[in-house]
């Protein structure tokens, strides 16, 4: 039987959120004569996940960064919570595509880090770091260092690391992308849980269309350099199926083959 699944376009220009968390206001970027962003806006709301997708050098990661802070714009702004940014913030936590983490430190210790920075006590840091350790499945490994890890396990310890300092915003980068298929898929199934189960605004960057129309309530489709919104998408899952039924059902295909059609004239 098919799911009710209706994706929904979304004008780009009329795309106003009343529960906005983050607000991204006309920013460009630019990297000498390169011109990586043009004139970008948008809203992310709070509780939902929202991916950027688009053909490679769109400046999807440069977007990314800019929202963290770890990069500055050439013009526009920023708003997260209705303040502008400046730079990093605690309101927000960026999961790299490289793990980032600590080779001298245990899984613990770099889960708990974050709070470490923040003058936590050991106790409670430690209290923290062990529940989202759970979380993410790597209760037993606590005391390992990254080198005793597979990459799925050392993008887990980044997924933890991440939800431990109890940001509002978590901004993923590729995080999937150096695991197996069947890594990935479940790791797809954990995150939906972690969105639902935190209720954070998650930013998620990838470059499979299957994975963004399967884990987002929003699509955010960027063109080719300079890195513009072209088109919004709600795919619009009905997540009570099962992973299997909802992968094989016509609606999702659909959503997939549409959103392909759109990219497929900017493939190398």
Same mark, same amino acid.
């Given at each position: 039987?098919?799911?009710?699944? !209706? ?11 009343s ?5 991204? /206001?006309?920013?460009? @970027? ?8 043009r004139?970008?806006? =948008? +809203?992310?709301?709070?509780?939902k996940?929202?991916?950027? =997708?688009? %053909? ?5 990661? !440069? ?7 770890? #990069? ?5 702004e ?11 913030? %605690? ?26 920075? @923040?003058?936590?006590p050991?106790?409670? /840091?430690?209290?923290?770091? @062990? ?10 490994f606590?005391? @390992? ?9 050392? +993008?887990? #310890? ?8 109890n940001? *509002? ?5 590729? %995080? ?5 298929? +069947? ?12 969105v ?8 998620? #960057? ?23 919104v ?7 899952? *009905?997540?009570?199926?099962?992973? *299997?039924?909802? /992968?094989r059902?016509?609606?999702? =295909? *659909?959503? #997939?083959?549409?959103?392909? +059609? ?7």
């Open positions: 039987m098919a799911l009710s699944m !209706t994706a929904r376009t979304i004008d780009p220009s009329r795309s106003t959120m529960d906005a968390i983050v607000e991204v /206001r006309d920013i460009c @970027k630019r990297y000498g004569d390169i011109e990586a962003l004139n970008i806006n =948008l +809203q992310f709301e709070r509780g996940l929202t991916t950027l =997708l688009g %053909p490679s050098g769109c400046g999807k990661t !440069t977007l990314l960064k800019i929202i963290a802070g770890l #990069v500055p714009s050439t013009s526009g920023i708003r997260v919570n209705g303040k502008v940014v400046t730079g990093p913030g %605690p309101e927000r936590a960026f999961v790299f595509q490289d793990f980032a983490l600590m080779p001298w430190a245990t899984v613990l210790r770099n889960v708990a880090f974050g709070l470490e920075l @923040k003058g936590v050991q106790a409670e /840091r430690n209290r923290v770091a @062990k529940h989202y350790i759970s979380e993410v499945g790597l209760t037993g606590e005391e @390992k260092y990254p080198h005793e890890l597979s990459g799925g396990m050392r +993008q887990r #310890v980044g997924i933890a690391r991440a939800f431990s300092v940001a *509002d915003v978590l901004l993923l980068d590729e %995080p999937f992308s150096a695991v197996d298929e +069947q890594n990935r898929r479940k790791f797809q199934e954990d995150l939906l849980q972690l639902e189960k935190e209720r954070k605004t998650f930013l998620f #960057v990838t470059h499979s269309i299957e994975e963004a129309v399967y884990v987002s309530d929003r699509i955010v489709l960027l063109s080719p350099r300079p890195g513009r072209s088109q919004i998408i709600e795919p619009n899952i *009905d997540r009570s199926a099962a992973p *299997d039924v909802i /992968r059902d016509k609606g999702y =295909l *659909d959503v #997939v083959e549409e959103i392909w +059609q759109g990219l497929r004239q900017y493939a190398e």
